[in-house]
C-alpha cells in the first residue's frame, strides 16, 4: 500500500511538473509577438522614407589599340609612335560614364538620407530618387570607411517623410525584420525575414559587430534599412554572403547601435571623432587565461603600448588584460575597440584591468583615432633559419635559445631597441611552431618578467612546472619590434589554438 501511495506521489509531482513547465511556456508564448497577419501596413508607411542612390562618374577608358611592333630600326618605328602617341593624347582619350545603383533611407524631413559608404564612393554625380518620382541631386556630408556608412544632403521642396532609428541592442534571434531597397534596379522592393544571428564578425573592419538575417538582400539593397515590426531602423543593409551575386538568405546589416553615433558625428562635424587608447590587444585564450592565473578567459590583453598615447599616461603595460572600460565590461577583446571607439575624445575614463594577478584601476584621458590610423596584424611569414653553430645554445619547448648578439641582430635585421632571447630554431610540429613563433623572433618576457639570457628562460619554466602550471605566456618581438604574447604548453604537445588575434590600435 505504501508503495502504491508513493508511486500515487511521483506521478503527481511528475504531473505538476508537467503543468507548470505548461504554465511558463504559455505565459512565454502570451508575451511573444505575434506574427503579423500582412506586413502591407508596415510597408506602405515606409516606402517614401526609402530612396533609390543613383550614382555616376566618368571614367576614362583605353582606345585598345596597341602600337603595332615593328623591327628594331625600322623606318615605320617613328612613324607608329608618333601617329599612335598624338591621336591617343591626353585631351583626345574617350571617357564613358559608369553608373551604379544602391538604397538608403530619409533620417531627417530636411533631407539628410544615410546609405552605405561603398554606393557613393568615387562618385561624381549622386541622386536620390524617391518613390513619388522625384529625383534630387545629393551632396555628401561625411563618410566613415570603417563602418562603410555615409551621410548625404538633398533640398527637398517640401519636407521629407523620415525614419527613426530603433532598438538594435535588445534585438533576439528569431525577431521579424523587413528590408526596403532597390535590388538589380527594382526600386522599392520589401523583403521580410527574421533576424539569423547578432553580432556576426565577417572580418570587413574592426567594429564589426553585424546583424544576419535571411531576409532577401542582393546587389542594390546596400545601404538601404532593415526594419523591425515598429516601422524604426535596426539595422543598415551593407553586406551578402553569395556565390552567385544573389540572395541565398545570408545577409548582413549594421546594427543601429553602431551606426547611430557615426550618422551623428557625421552630421555634426562631417567627420567622425573616435575615442583612442593608444594600444594593440589580443585575444584572451584559455591557454593565455590560464599562464595568467585567470579564473576564465575574458578581457582584451594588452600586447603593445603607443609611446605618449593615453594608456601610456594612464601606466597601462603590456601583458595587463583589460576587463572594464568606463563601466562597460569588456567580455573578449572585439568589444574593445566599439567600446573605445564610442567614448568621447577627451573624456577621463576608469579602466579596471588585471596585473599579474591583481585587480587595479587606473584612469586614461582619451585621445583621437586618426583615420590613418588602421589595423595591424603580425605577420606569420617565416623567417630564415640561423646558420648559427653556438656552443651556447639552449633547446627548450620547441624552441632553440640563444643570446641576442649584434651578429644576430645583424642576420636577422633585428631592431636595436628590442632586448631579450633569440629564437634560433623552431622545432617542425612544436606548439611554437603552430602558434607561429619562427627564428628570428626574441623572447622578451617569460610570464611577465623579462629575459635576457637562454638560461633566464629555463629557469621561468621550471619554475612554472614546479607551480603545477599547464602552459607559460611568452612575450614574443618579431625583429621590426611588433610585441604579441603566446602561451605554450609546457609538455609541448602541439596547439589546438590557432594564433592569438590581434586587434588594430585603439
Known amino acids: 500500500m505504501g508503495e502504491r501511495n508513493s508511486v500515487s ?94 538604397s538608403g533611407f530619409v533620417l531627417d524631413s530636411s533631407g539628410l538620407i544615410v546609405t552605405n559608404n561603398h554606393v557613393i564612393a568615387d562618385a561624381d554625380e549622386i541622386v536620390a530618387n524617391f518613390a513619388d518620382g522625384t529625383k534630387l541631386e ?56 527574421i533576424v539569423s544571428a547578432l553580432e556576426r564578425d565577417i572580418n570587413s573592419g574592426p567594429y564589426d559587430k553585424f546583424i544576419q538575417t535571411d531576409a ?92 605618449g598615447g593615453p594608456a601610456a599616461e594612464a601606466g597601462i603595460e603590456p601583458g595587463d588584460v583589460i576587463i572594464n572600460f568606463d563601466g562597460r565590461q569588456v567580455a573578449s577583446m572585439r568589444e574593445l575597440p566599439g567600446i573605445v571607439a564610442d567614448t568621447p575624445v577627451g573624456k577621463d575614463v576608469d579602466v579596471t584591468l588585471l596585473r599579474k594577478g591583481e585587480k587595479r584601476t587606473v584612469t586614461a584621458r582619451l585621445g583621437r583615432l586618426e583615420e590613418e590610423q588602421t589595423v595591424s596584424t603580425l605577420s606569420g611569414d617565416d623567417m630564415p633559419g640561423s646558420d648559427m653553430d653556438s656552443d651556447e645554445a639552449v633547446e627548450t619547448l620547441g624552441l632553440t635559445l640563444e643570446a641576442l648578439s649584434d651578429d644576430a641582430r645583424s642576420e636577422y635585421g633585428i631592431a636595436d631597441d628590442i632586448e631579450g632571447v633569440l629564437i634560433s630554431a623552431v622545432e617542425p610540429g612544436s606548439a611554437a611552431e603552430e602558434n607561429q613563433i619562427a627564428a628570428g623572433d626574441v623572447i622578451v618576457e617569460v610570464s611577465q618578467e623579462a629575459v635576457t639570457e637562454p638560461e633566464d628562460v629555463t629557469a621561468r619554466i621550471e619554475r612554472l612546472r614546479a607551480q603545477d602550471r599547464q602552459s607559460a605566456l611568452f612575450l ?19 596547439s589546438d589554438n590557432a594564433p592569438a588575434e590581434e586587434s588594430p590600435e585603439q
Open 9 to 102: 506521489m511521483v506521478a503527481r509531482t511528475g504531473m505538476g511538473l508537467v503543468l507548470a513547465a505548461m504554465v511558463t511556456l504559455t505565459a512565454s508564448l502570451a508575451s511573444a509577438r505575434p506574427v503579423p497577419e500582412s506586413f502591407a501596413d508596415l510597408a506602405e508607411s515606409l516606402l517614401h522614407s526609402v530612396v533609390n542612390i543613383s550614382t555616376s562618374q566618368r571614367v576614362r577608358a583605353s582606345r585598345g589599340i596597341p602600337v603595332p611592333e615593328v623591327p628594331e630600326g625600322s623606318p615605320f618605328q617613328e612613324f607608329f609612335e608618333d601617329f599612335f602617341n598624338r591621336n591617343q593624347s591626353e585631351g583626345e582619350q574617350p571617357s564613358r560614364r559608369v553608373q551604379s545603383l544602391g
Open 138 to 193: 545629393a551632396e555628401v556630408v561625411g563618410r566613415d570607411t570603417k563602418t562603410d556608412l555615409a551621410l548625404l544632403k538633398v533640398n527637398p521642396p517640401h519636407p521629407l517623410k523620415a525614419v527613426e532609428f530603433g532598438d538594435s541592442e535588445h534585438l533576439r534571434i528569431g525577431d521579424w525584420v523587413m528590408a526596403i531597397g532597390n535590388p538589380f534596379g527594382f526600386g522599392g522592393t520589401v523583403t521580410v525575414g
Open 216 to 307: 532577401s538582400i542582393n546587389r542594390g539593397n546596400s545601404g538601404g534599412p532593415l526594419f523591425n515590426l515598429d516601422g524604426k531602423v535596426v539595422g543598415i543593409n551593407t553586406a551578402i554572403i553569395s556565390p552567385t551575386g544573389g540572395s541565398i538568405g545570408i545577409g548582413f546589416a549594421v546594427p543601429a547601435e553602431i551606426a547611430m553615433p557615426v550618422i551623428e558625428q557625421l552630421r555634426e562635424f562631417g567627420e567622425t571623432r573616435r575615442g583612442w587608447l593608444g594600444v594593440r590587444i589580443q585575444e584572451v585564450t584559455d591557454e593565455i587565461a590560464e599562464s595568467l592565473g585567470m579564473d576564465k578567459a575574458e578581457g582584451a590583453l594588452i600586447a603593445g603600448v603607443t609611446d
Open 476 to 494: 614574443i618581438a618579431s625583429p621590426d619590434g611588433d610585441l604579441r604574447f603566446v602561451a605554450i604548453r609546457l609538455d609541448d604537445l602541439p
